[in-house]
T-cell receptor, first 107, second 114 residues
Framework: TQLLEQSPQFLSIQEGENLTVYCNSS?????LQWYRQEPGEGPVLLVT?????EVKKLKRLTFQFGDARKDSSLHITAAQPGDTGLYLC???????FGAGTRLTVKP | DAGVIQSPRHEVTEMGQEVTLRCKPI?????LFWYRQTMMRGLELLIY????????DSGMPEDRFSAKMPNASFSTLKIQPSEPRDSAVYFC????????????FGDGTRLSIL
């Protein structure tokens, strides 16, 4: 089983701050997905990273896949209250999920 | 396009009762996944199907849990008998293929066993 560890587990910041969350594994992944989950809803796909070293941007969100394809990061610039949610990474043949980072952005 | 549809959205029942959760995947998707989410354990994969065939059920906690996919457009997750520790949000997701494909989730069934 390919395990994914996410850090930090919880993050509470003020509106306007920048932040980075991480998804790490000892295994190589052919791709990783990032999801965001809001209360009362299922996770929603944000991005898929496929190539080692790849960087993808989605407005204020920047996703990076490690060169060795064992880790990934999500950076949010100028966080807003609407970014609040549970951020999950997932990957592997059986599409398992990390435990997630629960982000709270205070106005 | 309709997304993954789960029913019921909420279920409250007494321990010992049988519970059946239902899922309609996105048309054309070949893989279907059942997850359980709790605050303590996060999102746990219970079982997944590929082309209606169960591929990995190692996440199914006990014999009290069973899942079926009689056709490409319908799956059920059954708990019998239910116990209070089964209380969680159960999600169904589907994807075009099994490997490394993004999953599309339903809105979940919030199950409370009293």
């Amino acid at each position: 089983t390919q395990l994914l560890e996410q850090s930090p587990q919880f993050l509470s910041i003020q509106e306007g701050e920048n932040l980075t969350v991480y998804c790490n594994s000892s295994s190589v992944f052919s791709s990783l997905q990032w999801y965001r989950q809001e209360p009362g809803e299922g996770p929603v796909l944000l991005v898929t990273v496929v190539t080692g070293g790849e960087v993808k941007k989605l407005k204020r969100l920047t996703f990076q896949f490690g060169d060795a394809r064992k880790d990934s990061s999500l950076h949010i610039t100028a966080a807003q209250p609407g970014d609040t949610g549970l951020y999950l990474c997932a990957g592997g043949d059986d599409m398992r999920f990390g435990a997630g980072t629960r982000l709270t952005v205070k106005p | 396009d309709a997304g993954v549809i789960q029913s019921p959205r909420h279920e409250v029942t007494e321990m010992g009762q049988e519970v059946t959760l239902r899922c309609k995947p996105i048309s054309g998707h070949n893989s279907l996944f059942w997850y359980r989410q709790t605050m303590m354990r996060g999102l746990e994969l219970l079982i997944y199907f590929n082309n209606n065939v169960p591929i990995d059920d190692s996440g199914m906690p006990e014999d009290r849990f069973s899942a079926k996919m009689p056709n490409a457009s319908f799956s059920t997750l059954k708990i019998q008998p239910s116990e209070p520790r089964d209380s969680a949000v159960y999600f169904c997701a589907s994807s075009p293929r099994r490997d490394d494909q993004p999953q599309h989730f339903g809105d979940g069934t919030r199950l409370s066993i009293l």
